[in-house]
């Protein structure tokens, strides 16, 4: 069995400074100062047994992107392994061609289950997103998406590297 928390980080600048030496973004400057070269997402899982990252940048994130996921999965895994997916709502992952495409796998293969409304915090995918951020993308500067793409997946090829399984340090009685 592999358990997967899943989630998409959409709009992540590839941009670059215009002038020669690229200094961090200060509230100073003026966006004239930066060059824009659109957006992408991040569509990454994060296997809860062993931490590696499986992760797929798109320009954007719909139902046919989220299928692609899958089929990253279907074929990351043996044909016998249960995969349990931890996600929230996104029309993408309820939508009619992602129920499609997962009425052609056997039974048993995927499992989704959904995260609360307003509980995405839940996912621990949303704290690997938060580290991949401050270490990987804060400050990033490209001269295109592809090379935005290329950094991204070095940046997760070396957290697959070295993997770490993250785990709740959150005790139920200390809610109380």
Known sequence: MAIVSYDEKPGIQ????RCQICLPYQ??????EYRRHGTLSLLAGI?????KVHAL??????????VEFLKLLDAAY?????IKL?????????????????DTRPAGRFELTFTPKHGSWLNLIEGFFSKFARSVLRHIRVTSKHELTERIMAGI??????PI???????????A
């Not at 509230?27 to 004239?32: E, F, L, T, V, Y």
């Not at 090829?157 to 070295?162: A, E, F, P, S, T």
């Open 57 to 66: 940048v798109r320009d954007r994130h719909r139902s046919r992107e989220f």
């Open 157 to 162: 090829d070396d957290v697959n590297r070295h």
């Open 78 to 82: 043996p044909a016998g392994t249960a």
């Open 47 to 51: 296997d809860l047994l062993t931490g």
């Open 27 to 32: 509230a100073s400057m003026r966006d004239s």
């Open 86 to 102: 931890i996600l929230d709502n996104h029309s993408a992952q309820i939508s009619r061609e992602t129920k499609a495409w997962l």
């Open 14 to 17: 590839a941009s670059r400074r």
């Open 165 to 175: 399984i993250h785990t709740w340090s959150y005790k139920l009685a200390e809610a």
